[in-house]
């Protein structure tokens, strides 16, 4: 399967009132995978949205990347 180019992009509400999240192809570490959600809690606070998490290019992730994710 061929790498998708996508570059990181922090977390942002579309036009059409999605919450996305793309990540690059940089090893996602759990301080950066914090640091989205802390983004992304920042631009829900009104409410929850549907959410548009594309992660195509994303190479890896620290195995305790995973674990803010599982909480929130």
Do not use: Q
């Not at 059409?16 to 301080?31: A, H, I, K, P, W």
């Not at 631009?43 to 909480?71: M, Q």
């Amino acid at each position: 399967m061929a790498g998708y180019p996508t570059d990181y992009r922090s977390p942002w509400i579309d036009d059409n009132g999605f919450l996305c999240v793309r990540t690059g192809s940089e090893r996602r570490t759990r301080e950066a995978l914090e640091r989205d959600l802390d983004i992304a809690t920042a631009l829900t606070a009104e409410g929850n949205l549907k959410t548009i998490w594309d992660a195509r290019a994303a190479g890896s992730f620290d195995v305790d990347a995973w674990v803010p994710l599982i909480r929130r």
